[in-house]
């Protein structure tokens, strides 16, 4: 299956992150796909994925406050407010038809994975400006956008999760996410930005944030159990 | 007129605020209050304002951003996205009223008073926590809700904006960022933090920001002529 | 006269800022040049430029924070360090001999112009990245050498202030953060950096941080007296 | 051994950290203190540890940038200035003392475990004050001192490591450092700081830099290795 089209930046990108196979292709997803991750695994990854959307809201509402246009914050401001008005308390919903319920989600100790993830996110949006900060969050938005898409339709336990990204919705904001970032940076570093040096930095910042993706999912699988028993 | 009750933090510090007077009843207030303000005055305050509420959205911003809990993201979040999406677009639509076109608003060369209030509130919540955000953002939320009060019912050439600001809408979101700002102090000074040396901080905060408001009605007035003219 | 050479960037950019004149020309700099600028202006300016030199500091820090390679943090912390332990201490020293003592520094409230100046720089530094921080950095470091240069030798009651900024020390650091701006935006965009869009927003901030020492100078032959005074 | 005496705030905050004796007494340090750490652990520590400075001279420069009073300013820039003009070209060259030449050093790709300490540290920094720097700081600083001041005097073939930190000249500094702090807490805080709903907060944030140290400590030990190799 070819990759799907969120833009001319993410096609660069995913093709230059060494991890992007790893990421998309993970034992956790190929997991949800055949319907055989273990239920532990999932909720340990569905507490720590609360954490990060707190930080990943946080991320969204620092781009809402760096960007350059009207229009620009306006795309940022209406993903915060989704997020932490909409998707988080949903979060809170389904790990509760889990049995985790708000307390235990909100006492969640953060894994180092977690806070690996982002805190890099946070950090390259606080010391860079916006396009850093596009770059580090693309991976996250458009590969769940790209592995949704890929396991659309394959049913199983994990249906309700593979629909909510592989769904019309989900891959609408992937287009609309890629659409803001190739005009972002059409409007900081001209249209010819694949050849500027600032975009091998930005590359940069993709490629690690997709390896601390792969980090992010080895934790779900492996974070119930002793990762060395045999 | 006593002074509205907006919280505990915002009683201390507009008594504690030297140029409070000068600012809730400066010349170009009590210029809308009696209907005798200069149109041209007026405008160009309208078109600085705009310029100003680009800031004050990515302030807001950065207070979701730097939030401790999900009620306060959600609380900021909720005001960057009423900002971008329905003040700012309701303020292009009262400039276009007033014969200035969205190019030219764009177009609109920031003030010196401008650019001094909406830096300081923005570097105040870059260098600092989000306490220090909402201690800068004060004067104008909680200012313009107390003007809005005490000339409620005014009529006059002003009205409009006289009743956004009196009207019960604006005063119950005064209310609830004075409860916002007081639930803040508590989760992160204690319930005694007015006599917490942070506070004091806090409290010259507001006193500066207050300061700068001065700054940005005089500029109204006096930005379309010569000051010294004879 | 010529300008000083002080690198490709500095010369796009002060040829580009409509105020680069009125800023290096200004009232207070020939009366500086003429020995008749009024001792009051003169302390007046002093004490806000200590206020200033503690935020220059800040925003130096935060290129050091920012910095991108070795070398960029170490230029940008040898001016941290500089300033925070020799031109400050000096400052006070000086100010001290015209009979301002160090509690009474210490005490300076902030003009708005300072505060429009200096937070101005520092959230270029915040939201941008170190371009947008060496661009807002550049009028006062480069501009300060311009002025030294054509100055120097005028002789008169401010020889000592003329001759700090127009000697070989002055001079050689203004060639070096030339220099470090001009590597800074070839690392970054490209040697073609001119023609990059991001470098007209860059070309913004040094015209709008130039625009705002035009109202630092402004503020000191003014500020110790009625603007509108007869 | 008792603990060293590096101020009041030290003192609380290790006594609070679940994981201080893990970092404190982690394999990788005893290894150290027998001299039976293998070599190549010590020489991927090593490089880490140079990405680590890199980032940790940013968070210093940070504080220099968002500290209250001179002093402080002072303080963080004079660490600022020893790391990048001194620690680290010494790194530099006691890494090529050990075959890892300037280019290989500069080559090292970040791992998972830097990134999370390193991006958590300057994360705090940006997105708090000075106080949530100086807390996230804390154990590094502190924590090697704690370590060298009980190592010293070991021998053996990591001696040199041992002696920099068990030395006079780096005790003094972590003195210097926890004087740092509790007065930059006296003075924000009040001396009563300890009951201020923030100290816990700062207290998690040690914690949290803690186990991120353990990471640290526990990536130099098998970071050359397969982890689940039998």
């Not at 609360?50 to 930080?55: A, D, K, P, S, T």
């Not at 401001?77 to 909100?106: D, F, K, R, W, Y």
């Given at each position: 299956?070819?990759?799907?089209?969120?833009?001319?930046a993410?096609?660069?990108?995913?093709?230059?992150?060494?991890?992007?196979?790893?990421?998309?292709?993970?034992?956790?997803?190929e997991?949800?796909?055949r319907?055989?991750?273990?239920?532990?695994?999932?909720?340990?990854?569905?507490?720590?994925?609360?954490?990060?959307?707190?930080?990943?809201?946080?991320?969204?509402?620092?781009?809402a406050?760096?960007?350059?246009?009207l229009?620009?914050?306006?795309?940022?401001?209406?993903t915060?407010?989704?997020?932490?008005?909409?998707?988080?308390?949903?979060?809170?919903?389904?790990c509760?038809?889990?049995?985790?319920?708000?307390?235990?989600?909100?006492?969640?100790?953060e894994?180092?994975?977690?806070?690996?993830?982002?805190?890099?996110?946070?950090?390259?949006?606080?010391?860079?400006?916006s396009?850093?900060?596009?770059?580090?969050?693309?991976?996250?938005?458009l590969g769940?956008?790209?592995?949704?898409a890929?396991?659309?339709?394959?049913g199983?336990?994990?249906?309700?999760?593979?629909?909510?990204?592989?769904?019309?919705?989900?891959?609408?904001?992937?287009?609309?996410?890629?659409?803001?970032?190739?005009?972002?940076l059409d409007?900081?570093?001209?249209?010819?930005?694949?050849?500027?040096?600032r975009?091998?930095?930005?590359?940069?910042?993709?490629?690690?944030?997709?390896?601390?993706?792969?980090?992010?999912?080895?934790?779900?699988?492996?974070?119930?159990?002793?990762?060395?028993?045999?």
């Amino acid at each position: 299956m070819s990759a799907p089209d969120y833009g001319r930046a993410f096609a660069l990108w995913r093709t230059a992150a060494p991890d992007w196979q790893a990421y998309t292709h993970h034992g956790f997803v190929e997991g949800l796909r055949r319907g055989e991750l273990p239920r532990a695994a999932f909720l340990h990854y569905l507490r720590q994925d609360y954490v990060f959307l707190i930080h990943f809201a946080r991320a969204w509402a620092l781009a809402a406050a760096k960007a350059d246009t009207l229009a620009e914050m306006q795309a940022a401001s209406a993903t915060v407010h989704a997020l932490v008005h909409h998707e988080m308390p949903l979060h809170v919903q389904i790990c509760a038809g889990e049995g985790i319920n708000a307390a235990a989600l909100e006492a969640t100790l953060e894994a180092p994975e977690t806070l690996a993830y982002t805190r890099y996110v946070l950090e390259a949006g606080y010391s860079g400006d916006s396009l850093d900060l596009m770059a580090a969050l693309a991976p996250c938005v458009l590969g769940y956008g790209e592995i949704g898409a890929r396991l659309a339709g394959s049913g199983g336990p994990y249906a309700g999760w593979i629909d909510t990204y592989g769904g019309a919705e989900y891959q609408a904001l992937c287009r609309d996410v890629g659409a803001l970032i190739d005009g972002a940076l059409d409007h900081r570093l001209g249209t010819d930005w694949a050849r500027v040096p600032r975009f091998a930095r930005l590359t940069g910042r993709f490629a690690t944030a997709t390896r601390l993706e792969v980090g992010f999912w080895q934790m779900g699988l492996l974070g119930h159990e002793d990762p060395c028993a045999t």
